[in-house]
């Protein structure tokens, strides 16, 4: 709805209603409409300012009227009225305009701005384009290179930029609203012929074809297959080379593909997602909107290496006072070091004063007495953990929330070390912690609930995708990301190179195949875990059991490699070869595929031809079998859950949706006629053979993926 009142007697404001950010709505817009043509004829009335109430000008269209049929006024020609009227139109933008807001405030004759406001043109996150004209008014207003940037990634600016863009005339640090009329009084009865955008020839910068070029080029490397910012490149070429009429033409078209795309659909379902991960719940019950979290103000992290140098750094930023506990000396020094340079890189970006003062550090595990919360990121090792946890429990005073940064083990034993394993939850960051946007809250059955929130509510705060899950070994990421590249290295004794595989993995749009992966993220790490499960047993001369553990098939590859002494980029090779230790660049490595060659030899297997349909097929089956394991006992609420944990920290396309929506994509009928396929091929690979859910889900017809949570249900019912 939009609400229209008469101030300072001739000029008429129009406010935006519609809670929470005034988006776009049927009836928004059905309210643009007539209150402008109330305005406009109104001879009282010189000239209009639109603003939005509660502070926000407009978060764009509404979203859930996506998908659906469109009725209510169109946004373009409602934007044409506008811009067309007599009678100058200012938009006062407070807070936000986003997307249809921002081409809302296009179509305007003027902007005023908040200095706090934030302006955007987000839709190619969402897989669209700005589609109500502001792919063609944008380079008109302020040049293609500036345009393009603002279009192709869905960068919000700041009032401050968006002055220096041009695209609003003024920004005010006082009363949004006030500063708009008091403008629009004095515009009153000018010329408005220049003030028109979509009249505006667009700049033309010395070598269009260039520059066009590039930006191409510049999408194509970063989208890896995401066709929303190729489209946002073509929409503004059409503005820079086209009359105005004819590039809406084009926006129009460029847009009707986008939106029947899968992309925008899995675009826009991880958006959903996102939200609702929020709002979780445990298996007993107690849930997000039942759950108080309990105030942090204090905290500690335990073991300051790669991980808790991060985790410092991520509590310190939210406003936390940190102790930060190292027992090695030398480490101590160096951590300090690195936790300071990034607080200080950090506060520069956001124009702040560094919040040293706010870490304490010390080696004594004594300095954590009178913490709220404690974060362990000790070595993985389950024998220091627990003695870590135990020392916690005599030192820090009572109802202090112990948490746990392991990747793997079991936290839920780790509760047991303690006399109030209620307080206890895994917090699982990912390298770099103060970076990376996933968190993986853990609880096991003696979590409470109050815990769960309070760390669900810590990861929001530090900006994180916070997702609880249930306690198992590796929980959903790492658990679903071992099948991933066990399939990996069975293919290399197969036939396949790494080469192949990561080129395979990289066009379906992870941005680092498996091996290349693994070799920045160093090879021993995995290697010392699969030690410590006693899966790398000593290697026999030759023979089937080396490659059998636990009655299973396993490739023991990756631990020959790391035998060699080759950690990947640490170490100068592991998978690929590198100039030197700590290189970057990845060099296909003729050792390697004489190793290959010599292995296969070695365990009588004959190399046949792999293509990278089976290479995604493999990996990504498999590891979409393992997800629908990890719903069917119940560790993942919901698909969406895994979705969010593949998106934010595993590098998953996002414009693929997440392992379990891609699932849903592919068809699931398909999936289970391919897993069938290669387990019937490999009988040895458990994780191959289809599981229940999935063949369930396929017997009920394969419903769409918001429907699952329904199957499992009954599913959990029967058990
Ligand atoms: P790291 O080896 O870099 O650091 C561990 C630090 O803990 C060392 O500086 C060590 O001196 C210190 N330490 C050992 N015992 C201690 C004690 N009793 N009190 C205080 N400090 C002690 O290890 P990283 O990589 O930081 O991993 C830490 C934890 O985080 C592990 O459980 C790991 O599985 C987990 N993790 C690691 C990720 C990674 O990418 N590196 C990702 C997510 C979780």
């Not at 699982?428 to 929130?453: D, T, W």
Request: hydrophobic content about 40%; overall charge neutral; proline content about 6%.
């Amino acid at each position: 709805m939009a609400q229209y009142t008469r101030v300072s007697g001739i000029v008429g404001l129009i406010t935006l209603q519609n809670p929470p950010v005034n988006a776009l709505s049927a009836a928004v817009r059905q309210g643009i409409v007539d209150t402008v043509k109330t305005a406009l004829s109104d001879p009282q009335v010189k000239s209009v300012v639109i603003c939005g109430q509660n502070g926000i000008f407009c978060g764009g269209a509404d979203i859930k009227e996506f998908g659906e049929k469109m009725f209510g006024p169109p946004l373009i020609p409602m934007m044409h009225a506008i811009e067309a009227a007599d009678k100058p139109v200012v938009a006062a933008i407070e807070g936000s305009a986003l997307g249809g807001g921002l081409e809302l405030a296009l179509g305007c004759h003027y902007r005023i701005a908040h200095s706090k406001a934030r302006l955007g043109l987000p839709e190619v996150t969402l897989g669209l384009l700005p589609a109500a004209g502001g792919s063609q008014r944008l380079p008109r207003l302020i040049g293609v290179p500036a345009a393009l940037d603002l279009i192709t990634t869905g960068r919000h600016v700041t009032a401050a930029e968006a002055l220096q863009l041009g695209i609003v005339d003024q920004v005010t640090d006082h009363n949004t609203v006030d500063a708009a009329v008091k403008f629009a009084l004095t515009v009153a009865g000018q010329s408005l012929d220049a003030r028109r955008i979509s009249t505006r020839p667009c700049p033309q910068p010395s070598d269009l074809d260039a520059l066009f070029e590039e930006a191409m080029q510049k999408v194509r490397r970063s989208a890896r297959g995401a066709i929303a910012p190729v489209a946002c490149v073509q929409a503004v070429r059409a503005a820079a080379t086209l009359p105005y009429a004819l590039g809406l033409e084009r926006e129009k078209e460029l847009m009707a593909t986008l939106f029947t795309s899968g992309q925008a659909r899995a675009l826009q379902y991880i958006f959903f997602a996102q939200r609702a991960v929020g709002r979780w719940r445990m298996p007993s019950g107690a849930s997000w909107d039942t759950s108080k979290p309990r105030p942090i103000n204090k905290a500690a992290v335990i073991g300051l290496g790669t991980m808790g140098q991060g985790i410092t750094v991520a509590l310190t930023q939210i406003g936390l006072s940190v102790v930060a506990i190292e027992t090695q000396e030398k480490q101590l020094m160096k951590a300090k070091q690195a936790i300071s340079g990034m607080l200080e890189r950090g506060a520069k970006r956001r124009g702040v004063a560094p919040p040293l003062d706010r870490v304490s550090y010390s080696q004594n595990i004594q300095a954590v007495a009178d913490v709220d919360l404690v974060i362990e990121a000790v070595f993985e090792d389950m024998g220091l953990k627990m003695e870590v946890f135990q020392q916690l429990s005599a030192v820090c005073k009572p109802g202090t929330l112990l948490c746990t940064n392991t990747s793997a083990l079991d936290m839920d034993q780790l509760a047991s070390e303690t006399p109030n394993p209620e307080l206890v939850v895994g917090m699982h960051f990912f390298s770099p912690a103060h970076v990376m946007k996933l968190l993986e809250v853990v609880y096991g059955p003696r979590s409470s609930p109050q815990a769960v929130a309070t760390a669900m509510q810590l990861g929001k705060k530090m900006g994180k995708a916070s997702v609880a899950v249930g306690n198992c070994t590796g929980f959903v990421g790492n658990r679903m990301l071992k099948l991933y590249t066990e399939q990996a290295f069975f293919l290399l004794e197969e036939g396949a190179t790494p080469e192949l595989v990561d080129e395979a993995l990289e066009e379906f749009g992870f941005p680092m195949g498996v091996f290349r992966m693994s070799d920045l993220a160093g090879l021993d790490v995995g290697w010392r875990i699969r030690k410590s499960a006693g899966l790398e047993e000593p290697i026999e001369a030759s023979g089937q059991s080396v490659r059998i553990r636990n009655g299973c098939r396993y490739s023991p590859i990756a631990d020959l490699i790391c035998e060699q002494g080759r950690f990947g980029q640490k170490t100068g090779s592991g998978w690929y070869q590198y100039d030197a230790p700590g290189g970057r660049v990845a060099r296909s490595d003729p050792w390697l595929h004489s190793f290959l060659a010599k292995y296969r030899a070695r365990h009588g297997l004959v190399a046949r031809g792999i293509d990278h349909q089976e290479v995604l097929e493999r990996c990504l089956y498999a590891m979409i079998n393992e997800g629908f394991r990890i719903l069917e006992d119940g560790i993942a609420a919901g698909p969406e859950d895994i979705d969010v944990i593949y998106v934010f920290g595993y590098g998953w396309p996002r414009h693929r949706g997440g392992p379990m929506f891609y699932a849903s994509m592919v068809g699931l009928a398909k999936v289970l006629e391919r897993l069938e396929h290669y387990h019937h091929a490999h009988p040895d690979v458990p994780s191959l053979q289809p599981c229940s859910l999935l063949k369930r889900l396929v017997a009920s017809g394969s419903p769409p993926v918001h429907r699952w949570r329904e199957v499992i249900k009954k599913l959990h019912s029967q058990l």
